[in-house]
């Protein structure tokens, strides 16, 4: 590792990692090239936004936790501004929440939200999740060819959430479209489905708080602290935004990736169809193979510091790499970290984020991987790619890493 601060500025291009859209479609590649070089690079998000890209797996875990890291833009305001990245969340909610906040906020917004994720809740949603599982399956003809994301990795999701924010089924569709896009920044469509979504759900916050019931929403809506506090209506909406985005959108790739990696990994699929009690683990090295959330959302620097042997200047744009951190995680035992193996031990990642930020949802995320990707195993036990892998079309921009859809051949059981 480079000892020496670097001090190029992220907006000079020798070294600056453009990531766009051939940089998504070959991201391990690309990260483990940028690992080898150095653990942390000037990159460009998006065509006006530089900033700073963190690949290595003890960095990022350094920057997550960096106390002057922080996710209050104002540093970067006018930067954020001129590109417009600034104005496109005003009205919409996205602020609300507790992704974008810092302690205290994230504190506060953190507390109320946690007990609406106990272990409790998450242990009675798995038969009804078990039961939505079974549906797209039940759907499918007995044999042909299908798109695994449009028949299956993205309705299960979208029936989930829909549940558990007590969502009604006719809105679904939306709801889809509108998470879709809420990850590509730069598409013509990006804010009126953001402002859509959150519009929709200003007006579930109000239909729960008159007539509550037992789902997740109504449970936001009651919730409180030992010092009475109350999420806002602002903080309901964002919470619920981030919950419909973060919490769907996610879980869509998570499985999308997961087959895909069992897909063009044949010998590792007969292994988890021969012993499917190997699922929970397994579900831990496809995060750390090839997780759903490339990066990060962004922080800012509050202070000029150095991170990695770089001088990080006041108010740049940081970001870590998740996939690259996971896939570069240390592994127990050694091994070749770019190969998957379902029976290899543990290893370590970075795929729900760490410190304050850790996704909240995690268990719920497990817990949907393990049923679902259970019941495809079981269900439908033949099944190959109908496309060659390198021909698969990924998310072109933004935080998300998938494949925006999934050609298979398969025959029921």
């Given at each position: ?33 940028l690992r080898a070089k150095d653990p942390v690079h ?372």
């Amino acid at each position: 590792m480079d000892t020496h601060p670097r001090t190029r500025p992220a907006g000079e291009t020798d070294d600056l990692v453009v990531m766009d859209a051939a940089f998504k479609a070959d991201a391990p590649r690309r990260y483990a090239a940028l690992r080898a070089k150095d653990p942390v690079h000037p990159a460009q998000f998006f065509p006006s936004i530089t900033g700073w890209i963190v690949v290595d797996h003890d960095l990022a875990r350094e920057a997550l936790t960096h106390p002057a890291l922080l996710k209050d833009p104002e540093p970067a305001a006018a930067m954020l501004e001129a590109a417009g990245f600034l104005g496109h969340k005003r009205g919409t909610g996205l602020g609300g929440q507790m992704l974008e906040a810092d302690p205290p906020v994230h504190t506060r917004l953190r507390r109320l939200v946690s007990g609406a994720f106990s272990p409790r809740r998450s242990a009675e949603l798995e038969p009804r999740i078990t039961q939505l599982a079974h549906g797209p399956v039940d759907a499918l003809p007995p044999c042909g060819e299908t798109d695994l994301v449009e028949a299956f990795t993205a309705p299960l999701p979208v029936a989930v959430i829909a549940e558990l924010l007590g969502i009604p089924e006719e809105c679904r569709q939306d709801f889809r479209r509108w998470t879709t896009l809420a990850f590509q920044v730069n598409h013509p469509e990006y804010a009126a489905s953001v402002a859509a979504m959150h519009t929709f759900l200003r007006e579930l916050v109000k239909d729960k708080r008159r007539r509550p019931g037992d789902d997740l929403m109504s449970a936001l809506v009651a919730a409180r602290d030992e010092d009475d506090g109350r999420l806002s209506e602002e903080e309901l909406a964002g919470t619920a935004a981030l919950l419909v985005i973060a919490g769907h959108e996610t879980t869509v790739n998570l499985l999308g990736n997961a087959m895909l990696a069992l897909l063009t990994h044949p010998d590792q699929l007969r292994l988890l169809r021969e012993d499917p009690a190997l699922l929970p683990t397994a579900i831990e090295k496809f995060l750390r193979y090839d997780t759903s959330v490339e990066r990060t959302t962004n922080r800012y620097a509050a202070e000029d510091l150095e991170l990695g042997g770089a001088k990080i200047p006041r108010g740049s744009v940081v970001a870590v790499a998740l996939t690259s951190a996971s896939r570069g995680a240390p592994l127990a035992g050694g091994g070749d970290p770019e190969t998957l193996d379902v029976h290899r031990p543990v290893a370590r990642h970075l795929s729900f984020g760490h410190g304050i930020h850790h996704c909240l949802g995690a268990p719920l995320a497990h817990l949907e991987a393990r049923i679902a990707l259970h019941t495809l195993l079981t269900r439908v036990p033949h099944m190959e790619l109908a496309v060659p892998a390198e021909s698969l079309n990924w998310f072109p921009a933004g935080m998300v890493r998938g494949v925006l859809s999934l050609p298979v051949r398969y025959r029921l059981g």
